[in-house]
């Protein structure tokens, strides 16, 4: 087993406690010590004096499930620091299945950018798709969450329709097979179908099943402009109602006419909170959002799957009635000039890459609700978008919150392999972003807080034992920083950048990255939760 001691730097431990002087011992994958270290230990020595020794970060909101078949050493991921990935997120993503509706599930991954293995979805449950991914060998750890809306997809489909007794009974049957296998809970995405169709009882009912496995429930809410409040409600009676822990994805208020509304939901959490709710939330810095360009078509129009989509797209019997919802979605999300695509399936239409919505109709002279009609026929749907559409003032005010995690929402990119993708460039910046510009330059909250906000407290929302802190005994997940110069370096017209100031990654004791470069020597792991919340 290696051993390497970090001597002389400043020790951020994670709990949110002020920074000390001090030396690391890392022996095999775990922490031996931290703080003072006995001289004459055999071992490799880092001198990293002025650098900041921190817990490896910890990011708790990603879809990373599919694109470590891509990037397996999670390149733009362990580049910021981060060596836990907790995915799956938003309702998306590659378990529990049905070998049925097999291509149904496929489809519904194919809303996000990444592979599946050669043969496609070929497993059934957690453990199935974790023997897959080892096969890759992943460079850095995945927290696995089971998806809600493959959950659904094997048991309903993508009907619009409460379940049956009996399928409700078959949902929780399933959602408790993948708990057992180690599932970290069940994350939702109220907005995107077939997730969006499961009403309050029955996000109830499989509340009381993660509930009893002491798993959390992570949800992109039902709404995030004039109806975030409801939908913030709409959480926090779910967790009281099943007595599940929560969590908000990525609170926020979308479009102009809502900013402040991000503050107002933070209250209401926080308000939850004093009156027994377990209740969290996670955030990202960025003033824009990205996902489907399906999003700006109503949820009733894609009852029935991607297929049954593309047929009303293409109805001239629906056409003005989607065209009016499509044109009122963008305006709430700033207009078709603050919508600009980033992926695309097709080469014909690879030219729109990183151009806007008002580009495209432009240069087609057509309306912009029409050209986005258009696109996602072309598209089959399977197209990208990022919308910038919110307010500093719940971004600060936000990110100054103890009960707020960092988490990117992004994905394990890299740079050559993925270049043809104008992305959101959060899979590359968002920790050193939170550490740089909101630390250093803004001055928003202290480092301290930051390094809790990206470590310890994220492990504890997600009661992962062993990871999240400095300290003797826990996993050998380490990120060494320099305070007065990391930053992100990746921004919308150019995403694929790899940030600057953190030149050491430790994944479970192995180097990951040295002097600023990858060593493609991560040796990271499928974590599974125990009964007793620790990863086995």
């Known amino acids: 087993m290696s051993s390497v001691l970090l001597r002389g730097g400043t020790i951020i431990d994670g709990s949110g406690s002020p920074g000390y002087r001090g030396d690391v011992w890392i022996d095999g994958d775990q922490i031996r010590a931290a703080g003072e270290v006995e001289r004459g230990i055999t071992g490799r020595e880092i001198d990293v004096s002025g650098l900041v020794v921190s817990p490896g970060f910890i990011d708790l909101h990603t879809h990373t499930d599919r694109k470590i078949f891509d990037n397996p050493l999670g390149d733009s991921k362990v580049m910021q620091g981060v060596t836990t990935d907790v995915t799956s997120n938003c309702g998306i993503g590659p378990f529990p299945a049905c070998t049925s509706r097999f291509a149904e599930l496929e489809s519904y991954l194919g809303t996000l950018s990444g592979s599946l293995p050669t043969g496609g979805v070929c497993w059934t449950d957690f453990n199935g798709f974790s023997a897959a991914v080892e096969k890759v060998n992943p460079g850095i750890n995945l927290a696995m969450l089971t998806a809600q809306g493959a959950l659904r997809i094997a048991v309903i489909g993508w009907d619009d329709r409460p379940p049956t007794q009996a399928e409700l009974v078959q949902m929780q049957q399933l959602l408790d097979e993948s708990l057992s296998q180690g599932a970290w809970g069940m994350s939702t995405g109220l907005v995107y179908p077939p997730g969006s169709f499961a009403q309050a009882d029955e996000l109830t009912a499989l509340g009381r099943v993660l509930a009893k496995h002491e798993t959390l429930y992570t949800s992109h809410i039902r709404g995030e402009s004039a109806t975030l409040m409801d939908s913030v409600e709409e959480a926090i009676e779910l967790g009281r109602q099943s007595g599940v822990r929560v969590q908000v994805s ?10 402040g509304q991000g503050l107002a939901a933070l209250r209401r959490i926080e308000i939850a909170r004093t009156v027994g709710v377990d209740i969290w939330a996670d955030q990202y810095p960025y003033e824009a959002t990205a996902t489907s360009l399906a999003a700006l078509v109503p949820g009733w129009a894609q009852d029935g799957g991607i297929a049954a989509l593309l047929a009303r797209l293409a109805d001239p019997a629906l056409r003005e009635t989607l065209l009016t919802a499509i044109a009122k979605e963008m305006t709430i999300r700033g207009g078709p000039e603050r919508v600009k695509i980033s992926v695309l399936k097709t080469a014909e239409n690879q030219q729109w890459v990183g151009k806007t919505i008002l580009d495209v109709a432009t240069a087609r002279n057509i309306p912009a609700e029409e050209t986005v009609r258009q696109l996602l026929i072309e598209e089959e749907a399977k197209i990208n978008a990022v919308y910038f559409s919110l307010g500093e003032v719940d971004l600060d005010g936000i990110m100054q919150s103890s009960i707020v995690a960092v988490g ?16 959101h460039p959060r899979s590359y910046g968002t920790f050193p972003r939170v550490l740089g510009r909101y630390v250093r330059e803004k001055r928003l909250l202290s480092l301290e807080l930051a390094v809790h906000k990206m470590s310890g407290l994220p492990a504890h929302i997600l009661r992962l034992s062993d990871r999240g802190l400095v300290k003797a005994g826990f996993k050998a997940d380490l990120a060494v920083f320099d305070p007065s110069t990391v930053i992100d370096r990746a921004d919308f017209s150019n995403p694929h ?15 990951a990255v040295k002097d600023s470069q990858l060593t493609g020597e991560g040796k990271g792991e499928i974590l599974r939760k125990n009964d007793r919340g620790q990863a086995r």
């Open 250 to 259: 990525h609170l926020k208020a979308i479009g102009k006419p809502f900013w």
């Open 497 to 511: 950048q790899y940030p600057a100031g953190i030149p050491y990654v430790f994944v479970n004791g192995t180097l």
């Open 408 to 423: 990117s929402d992004g994905q394990a990119m890299n740079p050559e392999r993925d270049r043809s993708e104008n992305v």
